[in-house]
């Protein structure tokens, strides 16, 4: 508690330009302070599921505002890629490959390939998921507009992929593989996207910080909010990888998913202490 005090302080010292030596003496003090506290923390499995349980809901809560421009950046792209696709069918040659479009035409799920290979293509689409998260999550490092972009296309690529599936009568197989892994891996994806951005607004408003404060402040908390989206993405590859292109029964499919994300849901919102701000 005196280690975040002194803290605060010093984000104060830090506004009155005569009190810089005061500042710089403070700064040092701090230094020495977090060496002692934390040096001697460990990282364990109990370490772990008490962040995931406690400290991160009350993380995602704190950027709910990034998160929701996250969700409304892609459902409008998503929204425009259905609309131009249903009005020009040729548009979603721009956005799905001929072997895809070749696959829909037989009315086959491109999926189907994956139950074979399912140990190998579980790990790839780990590999991917992560991938996609992260460099979400790293486009806001050029003001927001690297975030904004991968929104853009995953949006689009959603809208686009779900307009030629109805178009092309399988609207039930494809949300029926999408559902499992999909119920955790969309909201990982806008997640990481509410990290970026949230690293992007700490580059356009610093606010009463020094820039370099805000950036350090801003890229703290978007770590730490996409850090909790890791385990998420683990569950959704596997389920990607064995269960949704499976046999199962598609009720049971939907209802695994509608099950996940209201868990989901149930651990993000859960009524928890508001986190101390992140301090200098």
């Not at 035409?105 to 293509?121: L, Q, Y």
């Not at 805000?214 to 596997?238: D, H, K, M, W």
């Amino acid at each position: 508690m005196l280690y975040r005090q002194v803290a605060a302080d010093l984000s104060v010292l830090r506004r009155d330009t005569t009190a810089r030596t005061y500042a710089v003496h403070v700064n040092q003090l701090l230094a020495r302070a977090h060496h002692i506290i934390y040096s001697g923390r460990k990282t364990n499995l109990l370490t772990l599921y008490r962040f995931l349980k406690d400290e991160y809901p009350a993380i995602f809560q704190k950027q709910l505002a990034f998160v929701l421009a996250s969700l409304l950046i892609s459902v409008a792209w998503g929204l425009l890629g259905a609309a131009l696709t249903n009005s020009r069918p040729e548009f979603m040659r721009h956005f799905v490959g001929p072997q895809m479009i070749a696959t829909m035409e037989r009315h086959e799920m491109w999926t189907h390939s994956i139950v074979g290979i399912a140990p190998m293509a579980t790990s790839a689409i780990l590999t991917n998921n992560l991938s996609v998260s992260f460099v979400t999550f790293a486009g806001g490092i050029v003001f927001g507009l690297g975030t904004f972009f991968y929104l853009y296309v995953n949006g689009m690529m959603l809208g686009v992929i779900a307009a030629a599936c109805h178009q092309y009568g399988m609207s039930i197989a494809l949300w029926s593989f999408v559902a499992p892994h999909g119920s955790l891996e969309l909201p990982s994806i806008l997640i990481a996207g509410a990290a970026g951005l949230r690293l992007g607004h700490a580059m356009l408003f610093p606010g009463a910080l020094r820039w370099k404060d805000s950036i350090a402040r801003g890229g703290i908390e978007a770590t730490q909010l996409v850090s909790g989206i890791i385990p998420l993405l683990i569950i959704a590859g596997c389920l990607e990888g064995f269960f949704s292109p499976s046999q199962a029964p598609i009720w049971l499919k939907f209802t695994v998913g509608g099950l996940l994300f209201t868990l989901l849901n149930l651990w993000l919102f859960r009524p928890v202490k508001p986190p101390a701000d992140t301090l200098d």
